[in-house]
């Protein structure tokens, strides 16, 4: 049966959650991209962050009912275009996650250790000049496509977002401590808009804060996305969410910061200009 509210013994189920298959295959993608990266030149290393910028910027906001195309997403962080026929708040949705990446890449210490305070910081970042009221909502809320209903009043939001802090800090994994985040986040719904978007962006700050490969989530399907975060707040059931949050991490470490590093660094590599891991 469907469950219908939110429940905190769900912290109490969530120990241990990446089978040791599941490490293996996390860890020898991370020692890729490290590899990949520890070879790359700076400034290569940095217009693949824009690359990976620009795609997650799209597929979250896409993922959000955002109707910008990749190109014109392109364009608009790169150029500063809005595309004509969009409103100005889906220009503004994905500048936003820009500006939070861009954040987050600048401080990755903050982050190392999840707080109530990061996550409100980072949805402010992501929700910024789009009418969305700052801080834990102080009302119900529903979800669409689901029964399932978040807490209800501020006073348990705050503690069941320092319970998730408590959980996840104490997970030694760090790519379990990135899944809980993500969908422990999207489970409590701390905000009134921007939670899922917010979900995504907490999940790869504790990736970067670890010199990590974040996610851009550029070829998940977005049904499929959806399906797997409600089977979470259905049945607290994480498999299809870790599969898909697997199979992005590889996604990512394949197609970013690799091809370029056989093609565009060679001009560097004469002037000794290396990135240090």
Known sequence: MAQTRFDFGV??????ILSEAE???????????????????????QREFERLTIELSWKSSRIEGNTYTLLETEALIQNHEAAPGHKKEEATMILNHKKALDFIRSHPSE????????IREAHELLTRDL???RGFRQSP????GTRYRPPDNEHQISEAVKIMCDTVNAEPDFFAKAILASLLTAYIQPFEDGNKRTSRMIGNTILMAYRSCPLSYRSVNETEYKKAVILFYEQN????????????????VRNYFVSSVRL???KEISSGQWLSD
Do not use: C
Request: hydrophobic fraction near 40%; proline fraction near 2%; avoid cysteine.
């Open 11 to 16: 912290f109490d189920l969530l120990k241990n």
């Open 23 to 45: 490490s293996r295959q996390l860890s020898a993608l991370d020692m890729e991209y490290r590899a990949h990266r520890k070879r790359m030149a700076p400034s290569v290393l």
């Open 131 to 133: 009418k969305i009221k």
């Open 141 to 144: 809320v529903g979800i669409t």
């Open 111 to 118: 982050f190392k250790k999840l707080s109530s305070r990061n």
């Open 264 to 266: 565009d660094s060679r």
């Open 237 to 252: 059931n994480l498999t299809y969410f870790k599969e898909l949050f697997i199979g992005q991490f590889e996604f990512a």
